[in-house]
């Protein structure tokens, strides 16, 4: 609601103070959007002058959505994807164990993210006006920090560890997010050089190196080092080379790794203790290497925030813990600094496993809730979400439903990600209640649009929406006149609607009685069973029907069919005229086509609604008949 | 070679696709139409590769002409002239240079508000072209033939369907067949003055709507129909009224059906179900000429998906060769390759 309230401010400034001195209006629109507007207290009287003179403007105002920007697009698209094959996937695996393709799909979402991040940067760096490329700036800051945490949850709930020991995996987590010095690092043992310390970052490169845990890097680095030959570097090398390194398949227990490695550990304490290093950088290597916090402290301020000091923190004092431990490292190494960043915020209630501060934070950022929703459905699907509210209830389902339901109904106000949005709703109880009223709303221009919305409509069950659509159409075409009765008809039909076929045969025949020809009759002559939705259409269709009998002479049948619409009583009011007028030429025929029988029927039909025709045509009519009766008394109409 | 398939997120729905051919080489350019965005365009596109090393082409996009509604349909009416039918009722020829791609696309000849409802706006739903000729339709239900050497209308046919029309086929140079929204078929004499068809007949007794309309290329009497309800059916028009097959295909509606030009007897289709198949049809056009096709044969039909099926509609496809081309729903365009024919 916040980011809403700051736009008001900001558009209002557009409007003439005129409109102020009215009073102003608001009302909602579809979606997150509303209309302000100026509300006159008095009754103007508009004439097409003033209409064209007033300054009063409506303002349409909505929140501004970053996900509707192109390139987003494709990351909405891209992602809905993945969404619909994890709901597959959850639905399979309530019988079996797929933890494999989720962590397949999870690394999907990334390799998502990563491709909207490089689109990003292309963009950015083409980009020549400065508020744009600020823009795409700003959009690389939200997704480089999106695909740091998606990465940091898929280690810690989602992928497979072997005996659960993070730390390889944490290593790579820092190495991949947040690469420093590593140019520095490749430059200087590409060129090989001995005497590199040198060099103004050489040290710096080193330290972190070690806390990165890239061993091999740090001892290559070390041996370029002037005085690599001296007691002292060979020590720390040595030192370096013989870490234990734990690895499930190594064939030994994590007991026997801790003890091995407690022990080499305290090797390098005397070593430390024993005044061997002279040089105060190799010493605080050494020191780093014990996992002495200090030393820690030290070499904080050359990172930009404290998580790219998790990794070397776990690996110098306890390499064995497991993933749900990584709490007590999160705290100590956050302790280091004070920059409080949103980011940082999200890591360290990560590392605590604390999924519902995570969830609120990730909220914050805005990317109009993509990360939050999609997450949250991963980590549920996933079984590693749980979440009690204050009355430790379980509220996970509600609270995935929520961000999803969110979500899905932020994509269904754009015209043309609601098919994407309709995914999303569709996929949870309420959702399918939601996305029928928005589907209903939803603005419809042309037909072909009209046929997609009722199929995507009819995908989910929401045969109330195809109907509601086809009825719309229908109105549409009613309302355009009489030449359009042919469409009303149609979606008339398609809405299996009664009432609404029944308006617009009521039309058909009432233009008909005004002296248009009959519209439709391509439809009416092959719609078959289609008519008998309704009386009224199907007295439209059977009276089309003796239209074309009547034109093409075959004069028995015709009189046949229109006896029988006069006898069943079925026309309205205001067709009886019409209906009975249609008789006369049948009863003038050379040869006699209406029956003695039929003849007494039309003259009682006529008698009792004399009211619907003038006297003389009524007369006309009497004497019509008398004659045809005179006719046939003698020799009937046969049977054919 | 197993078939390959390349997506690319293009940021709108594609309605149509549709290669840009090219003499004596393999062509790397095509078109694209969209649909149901707030602003539509034309674009055109070109496969280029992004590093010099590497294999993989991805398209780039060479320019934009932005319409003023959904692209309904879009033909060629000779190599470099493609005819463009519109949702507000107007249809373009636009004409792309032979040598420059990324110059903008020229106008050549606009009817605005061709198809309409008086003063109300009418979609025009789709188009046909046959050697310059074309044929376009609305949901006013009147059928055009206009000419697209002297750019006038040539003969219209009013109210040649009092419903809506939505797909449009030249069978001959003076014949044209329609499908309405209730799947009614109707063939049309151009040269004759009546406003009657020549033939009319029901695609199927569901009074769904006839989606899209091709003639088989080497044998002109056979027609085919997509339904929306998925069905395709089949014509020989020597003996109309009823389909001489009714085969009930895709999960939803037909979008678009192509024969393969290097190969009549294989056809491919899409559908809003996300399908895209190929079709075997040996079977089904030898045994038009002489009778109806036994059951048991219909089942041996050989029928292949080309892509796994999409969560969205497939719109179009068009193919050139070995490469095919299809525009989807979900906002992507797919390159499907190595398609054996």
Same mark, same amino acid.
């Not at chain 1, 292309?122 to 990465?151: P, Q, R, V």
């Not at chain 1, 890239?214 to 090398?237: G, P, Q, Y």
């Given at each position: ?34 209309? !302000?507007?100026? $509300? ?59 933890? !494999? ?5 999870? $690394? ?31 959009? %690389? ?24 020991? !993070?730390?390889?995996? #944490? ?47 740090? *001892? ?24 234990? !390194? ?7 227990? &994590? ?83 004070? &920059? ?7 890591? *360290?209630? #990560? ?70 949005? #309709? ?9 399918? $209640? ?50 359009? &009765? ?16 029944s308006r617009a045969a009521h039309a058909a025949l009432r233009a008909h009685c005004a002296g248009l020809p009959l519209p ?58 019409? #209906?009975? %007028? ?59 | ?15 149509? @696709? ?6 004596? /080489? ?29 294999? @993989? ?16 349909? /879009? ?109 009614? /078929? ?102 038009m000429s002489d009778d109806y096709m036994p059951v048991d044969d219909k089942t041996n039909m050989n029928v292949n998906s ?36």
């Amino acid at each position: 609601m916040i980011g809403i309230f700051k736009f008001i401010r900001v558009n209002f400034q557009e409007l003439p103070d005129k409109c102020f001195k009215k009073g102003i209006g608001c009302v909602w629109r579809r979606g997150n959007q509303f209309t !302000v507007f100026p $509300r006159s207290q008095s009754v103007n009287k508009t004439t097409d002058e003033s209409r064209n003179k007033t300054d009063d403007k409506i303002l349409n105002i909505r929140q501004e959505v970053v996900l509707f920007t192109p390139i987003l697009r494709k990351l909405v698209n891209e992602a809905n994807g993945t969404y619909l094959s994890v709901q597959k996937i959850s639905e399979t695996s309530k019988t079996t164990d797929n933890q !494999v393709d989720f962590l397949k799909l999870s $690394r999907q979402y990334r390799s998502i993210i990563r491709v909207c991040i490089e689109s990003l940067q292309e963009a950015a760096s083409k980009e020549k006006d400065g508020i744009d490329k600020n823009t795409y700036l700003s959009y %690389l800051t939200i997704f480089y920090s999106i695909e740091c945490i998606w990465h940091l949850c898929e280690i810690l709930y989602i992928d497979i560890i072997p005996g659960e020991v !993070v730390l390889p995996f #944490l290593l790579e987590w820092v190495r991949f997010h947040f690469p420093c010095h590593e140019q520095t690092a490749a430059q200087l043992l590409e060129s090989c050089e001995v005497g590199s310390e040198d060099h103004k970052d050489y040290w710096d490169t080193v330290i972190v190196m070690i806390v990165q845990g890239r061993i091999d890097v740090a *001892r290559a680095l070390l041996k370029l080092h002037s005085a690599a030959d001296s007691n002292e570097f060979k020590l720390v090398d040595n030192s370096l080379r013989s870490m234990p !390194v734990y690895s499930v398949y190594g064939g030994i227990s &994590t007991g026997e790794f801790t003890i091995s490695w407690k022990h080499w550990q305290a090797e390098c304490r005397s070593k430390l203790n024993s005044k061997v290093l002279q040089d105060p950088q190799l010493e605080l290597v050494m020191r780093l290497m014990c996992g002495e916090r200090s030393a820690f402290e030290c070499v904080s301020v050359k990172f930009s925030s404290w998580f790219d000091l998790v990794g070397g923190w776990v690996l110098w004092t306890a390499p064995w813990t497991r993933r749900g431990e990584l709490g007590a490292a999160g705290a100590a190494c956050a302790a280091f600094t004070h &920059t409080r960043g949103p980011l940082e915020q999200i890591v *360290r209630a #990560l590392l605590d496993g604390d999924l519902h501060q995570v969830i609120r934070e990730i909220q914050q950022i805005s990317d109009n809730n993509w990360f939050a929703a999609h997450l949250t459905d991963m980590l549920y699907h996933c079984g590693k979400l749980r979440i009690l509210d204050i009355h430790q209830a379980d509220v996970t389902s509600r609270l995935r439903d929520s961000l999803i339901l969110e979500y899905g109904s932020l994509l269904m106000e754009h015209k043309s990600l609601w098919s994407v949005g #309709l995914s999303y709703l569709c996929g949870t109880p309420e959702g399918v $209640r939601r996305a029928e009223l928005m589907l209903e709303r939803m603005p419809i221009q042309t037909e072909a649009k009209a046929m997609r919305v009722a199929a995507e409509a009819k995908k989910y069950g929401l045969l109330g929406v195809v109907q509601s659509v086809s009825a719309c159409m229908s109105t549409r075409h009613l309302s355009g006149g009489a030449e359009r &009765t042919g469409g009303a008809l149609a979606w008339g039909a398609r809405a299996r609607s009664g009432p609404q076929c029944s308006r617009a045969a009521h039309a058909a025949l009432r233009a008909h009685c005004a002296g248009l020809p009959l519209p439709a009759a391509d439809l009416l002559l092959t719609a078959g069973p289609a008519l008998l939705v309704d009386d009224t259409l199907l007295l439209l269709g059977k009276y089309c029907d003796f239209h074309r009998l009547y034109k093409s002479r075959e004069f028995r049948k015709a009189a046949k069919l229109l006896v029988s619409l006069i006898t069943s009583n079925i026309a309205p009011e205001y067709f009886w005229s019409t #209906l009975l %007028l249609d008789t006369l030429p049948l009863l003038e025929t050379e040869e006699p086509v209406i029956s003695s029988e039929d003849t007494y029927d039309i003259m009682l039909c006529l008698e009792l609604r004399s009211t619907c025709l003038s006297k003389e045509k009524a007369d006309l009519l009497r004497l019509a008949l008398a004659r045809n009766l005179a006719r046939t008394v003698l020799v009937d109409v046969g049977d054919e | 070679m197993p078939l390959d398939v390349q997506g690319t997120f293009v940021s709108q729905k594609i309605n149509k @696709v549709r290669w840009i051919p090219e003499d004596y /080489m393999e062509t790397k350019h095509f078109f694209t139409g969209s649909w149901d965005d707030d602003e539509n365009c034309i674009k055109v596109w070109g496969f280029e590769t992004a590093n010099e090393d590497e294999d @993989v082409e991805y398209p780039r996009q060479l320019s934009e002409y932005k319409v003023d509604g959904d692209v309904t349909e /879009m033909k060629f009416t000779n190599k470099n002239v493609i005819a463009v039918s519109i949702s507000n009722g107007d249809v373009k020829m636009l004409e792309i240079s032979a040598y420059d791609k990324e110059a903008p696309l020229k106008e050549v000849y606009t009817w605005n508000n061709l198809h309409n409802y008086g003063v109300e706006k009418c979609s025009c739903t789709s188009l046909d072209t046959l050697e310059g000729d074309i044929a376009s339709i609305g949901e006013d239900g009147n059928v055009n033939i206009l000419n697209g050497r002297r750019g006038d209308i040539s003969q219209t046919i009013k109210g040649a369907d009092s419903c809506s029309l939505h797909s449009v086929c030249f069978i001959k140079l003076n014949e044209v067949i329609t499908g309405n929204v209730r799947g009614h /078929m109707k063939i049309w004499d151009i040269r004759s003055s009546s406003n009657k068809p020549s033939a009319a007949f029901l695609l199927a007794g569901d009074e769904l709507a006839a989606t899209c309309i091709i003639h088989h290329p080497t044998q002109p009497h056979i027609v085919l129909a997509g339904s929306e309800s998925g069905a395709l059916a089949l014509w020989d028009l020597r003996m109309n009224q009823f389909p001489t097959s009714l085969l009930n295909a895709h999960g939803g509606g037909v979008t678009e059906m192509q024969f393969h030009p290097e190969n009549p007897n294989k056809l491919l289709t899409t559908s809003v179900s996300g399908e895209i198949w190929e079709w075997n049809m040996d079977m089904l056009t030898k045994k038009m000429s002489d009778d109806y096709m036994p059951v048991d044969d219909k089942t041996n039909m050989n029928v292949n998906s080309l892509m796994p099926t999409l969560h969205k509609a497939i719109n179009t496809l068009h193919c050139d060769r070995g490469r095919t081309l299809c525009g989807a729903d979900n906002e992507a365009i797919y390159l499907i390759k190595n398609l054996r024919y």
